[in-house]
């Protein structure tokens, strides 16, 4: 078989976008679906403010998981074909083949604690009296993601070089669809 040594780092690349992609789908979808009963059901804090907030809804959280799931489903299900055509650019190693066949519990996981990390973050926004749609910058950013990992590591513990590129990517999105959103005339600020 043919090599071709600069496929390697990108096929890293993409199967650390593998890795992520339930969390990432179970992250940006509650916005389309959330609304109703806040999770903390409108309760304070005994420093006074909100625990979560309204940007918080349990049908948020719902669909968030629900969607991050299904696309764990897609992956499950795609992964078969998507092997030998990797194969025909890399030399498939054991760590690929550990995130290329993602399991559906995995996807459930990895969509569960990219909502908890998003829970977890508004919480400490609130703490240090960041308002419910103000954005803060780390949390936001990459939170999800790492809480995400946490909880799928029982079940799947991807070599750090995968976990590595997911979090670097993750944040270059962020920077990038925030980038297109000014652009686009969306936002007001290209951050
Ligand atoms: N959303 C929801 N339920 C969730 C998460 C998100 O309903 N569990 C919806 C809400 O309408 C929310 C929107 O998705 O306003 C955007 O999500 P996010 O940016 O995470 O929330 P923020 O409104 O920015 O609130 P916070 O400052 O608490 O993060
Ligand atoms: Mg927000």
Redesign the pocket.
């Known amino acids: 078989m043919e090599y071709y040594p600069m496929y390697e780092e990108f096929a890293i690349f993409e199967l650390a976008i593998w890795l992520g992609l339930s969390a990432w789908i179970a992250n940006a979808t ?2 389309l679906g ?2 109703g009963k806040p ?1 903390d059901g409108g309760g304070l804090f005994r420093d006074g403010r909100r625990i ?2 309204d ?3 349990i ?3 719902i669909v ?1 998981v629900f969607f991050g799931t299904l696309t764990g489903i897609g992956q499950f299900l795609a992964a078969p074909y998507l092997r030998p055509i990797l194969a025909l650019f890399v030399t498939i190693t054991p760590e690929m083949d550990y995130v290329l066949s993602i399991s559906i519990p995995a996807a459930l996981l990895l969509s569960l604690g990219a ?1 908890t990390g ?2 977890v ?2 919480f400490i ?1 609130r703490r240090v009296n ?1 308002k ?3 954005p803060s910058p780390f949390l ?1 950013q990459v939170g999800f993601i790492l809480m995400a990992l946490i909880f799928a590591f029982p079940l799947m513990a991807p070599s750090p070089n995968f976990v590595i590129i997911l979090i670097l990517t993750t944040l270059g999105i962020h920077w990038l669809s925030n980038a297109l959103g000014y652009l686009l005339g969306f936002k007001k600020n290209p951050w």
């Open positions: 509650p916005v959330g609304g999770i979560l907030g940007g918080k809804t049908r948020g959280f968030g909502l998003d829970v973050g508004s926004k960041v419910s749609g103000d936001d």
